[in-house]
């Protein structure tokens, strides 16, 4: 059974770091590539970030959160990671993790940044 479960999520204040971590089971996760998406509330999903298979050494952003987040993977563990620093409001969602394998969406993580 191919599954992804996000977790990490949480309220911050504006500023702050989060880390989302994704927990992959169920397929050759090294082999595939992953991406994180968010979707905030009233917006449409949007792609945050995407990590290369294997190595995970190619990896995009949104530009509106370059600079501010990490993609990085541990094939080991079979876990996707999403380091968030200097929070904004803005950025408040729930953040699904992603793979082409299966289409497979995790059930997501909220994330909510206020004072």
């Known amino acids: 059974q191919v599954q992804l479960v996000e977790s990490g999520g949480g309220l911050v204040q504006p500023g702050g770091s989060l880390r989302l971590s994704c927990a992959a089971s169920g397929f050759p996760f090294s082999a595939y590539s992953m991406r994180w998406y968010r979707q905030g509330p009233g917006k449409e999903r949007m792609l945050v970030a995407t990590i290369n298979n294997f190595r995970g050494d190619y990896t995009t952003y949104a530009d509106s959160v370059k600079g501010r987040f990490t993609i990085s993977r541990d094939n080991a563990k079979n876990t996707v990671y999403l380091q968030m620093t200097n929070l904004k409001p803005e950025d408040t969602a729930v953040y699904l993790c992603?793979?082409?394998?299966?289409?497979?969406w995790g059930q997501g993580t909220q994330v909510t940044v206020s004072s």
């Open positions: 992603y793979c082409p394998y299966g289409d497979t």
